[in-house]
């Protein structure tokens, strides 16, 4: 979902999973994009856009890049092609 500025994030995904057979609550999972926040707005942030996670079990924001390491993804061009759709396409 995108967000109105100002906001720490400009778009969050969530994503609710529950056993069939269970009578647990279902876990939660958000995924979060931080808004550009360079000097004056040029977007020259390091931390521009950078995609944040918060899963079970964890309490603070990880990087979504330490996931899918996790994951076993070691090569940065299979983690993006991952979250990228298109990685041909290219957008000015």
Do not use: W
Not at 1 to 25: D, G, I, Q, W, Y
Not at 41 to 48: D, E, I, L, R, V
């Amino acid at each position: 979902f995108k967000k109105t500025m100002p906001h720490k994030f400009s778009h969050t995904a969530e994503c609710k999973s529950v056993l069939e057979s269970s009578n647990r609550p279902p876990s939660t999972c958000f995924i979060k994009m931080l808004a550009g926040t360079g000097p004056q707005g040029t977007g020259n942030s390091p931390t521009q856009h950078c995609i944040r996670t918060t899963i079970p079990y964890i309490r603070s924001d990880i990087p979504i890049i330490i996931v899918f390491r996790a994951l076993g993804f070691v090569a940065d061009k299979d983690i993006l092609e991952h979250i990228v759709y298109d990685l041909g396409q290219n957008n000015a």
